[in-house]
């Protein structure tokens, strides 16, 4: 039997502006599969349109509900129905948990948790058929946790609770539910989130190194075609997902080498969401 592919499928993407987002919406394109397309950054969202067959695409914050349910409506009105929604947007900020900006914690929360949430509500209805698939976008984060990384833990921990939980929800219709778990990959949020100080101490004691985005995409692609229930890149990380009780304290005495002074330095830093952000109220 073929292998599966992605031609044909109609899938939205959200964070589509940059990234992940937007290296996946180009190569699903090229795969012969219909694109829509949301993120924050116009101007890039209209390029990646451009590059992915002039797909239809539409601004959207994801922390906002209606914007979300306008996203999803765009997308189902220019597709003619849904086979696939990626629920990809997320924010991400270095944070100490003691004397850190609660600003980051409340803003990733926002994104990465709400947002996640209010895309597979928007778009789970007309995924909820036969050959239909959801995809919650985690991160090694949500199984091991290192320092200043808490916000983003918590939130990917979140995203991968949501993705189970919508998996048994959706049995019943023959929908499928993966939940994608990256390390480091070569991406703008990667380069901006370690582009601190305090992170590129912590980051100079680490092991693990930053892999290609076509590791990751490649990944997705795989994944998307099979309706798979868990996406990794690169493949290390699906090894340490089942014995991540075990792994956490290894983690926890590694991060010790000089963590006192880096928490000073974050404490001190400004260090801004990997995606700007509207202002409030905006």
């Known amino acids: 039997m073929a292998d599966p592919s992605v031609a044909g499928r109609r899938v939205l993407i959200t964070g589509a502006a940059r990234g992940i987002g937007a290296a996946l919406a180009r190569r699903l394109h090229e795969r012969g599969a219909r694109v829509a397309l949301a993120g924050l950054e116009p101007d890039l969202l209209e390029a990646v349109a451009a590059s992915s067959g002039d797909a239809p695409w539409r601004r959207c914050d994801v922390s ?64 909820s058929h036969p050959g239909g698939y959801a995809l919650a976008v985690a991160s090694l984060a949500a199984a091991v946790h290192a320092p200043l990384l808490g916000a983003y833990s918590a939130s990917k921990a979140a995203v991968e609770a949501l993705g189970n939980t919508l998996r048994v929800e959706l049995r019943s219709s023959g929908a499928k539910v993966g939940v994608a778990y990256f390390a480091e990959l070569d991406t703008d949020m990667t380069s901006r989130g370690f582009g601190t100080e305090a992170a590129a101490r912590i980051a100079a004691a680490s092991v693990s190194r930053v892999a290609p985005l076509e590791v990751g995409i490649d990944a997705l692609e795989r994944g998307i075609a099979r309706r798979s229930r868990r996406i990794v890149a690169p493949r290390w990380v699906g090894a340490l997902l089942p014995v991540r009780m075990a792994i956490q304290p290894i983690v926890d005495r590694a991060s010790q080498r000089g963590l006192r002074e880096s928490l000073e330095i974050a404490r001190r830093e400004d260090a801004p969401l990997t995606t700007p952000q509207e202002p409030s109220g905006a």
Do not use: C, I, K, S
């Open 64 to 127: 906002d509900r209606d914007q979300v349910e306008a996203a999803g409506g765009m997308a189902v009105e220019a597709l003619g129905g849904l086979d696939v929604v990626v629920a990809n947007a997320g924010v991400a900020a270095q944070l100490p948990l003691v004397g850190g900006n609660p600003e980051v914690m409340e803003r990733t929360l926002a994104v990465n948790v709400m947002g996640v949430y209010n895309t597979l509500r928007a778009a789970g209805p007309h995924v």
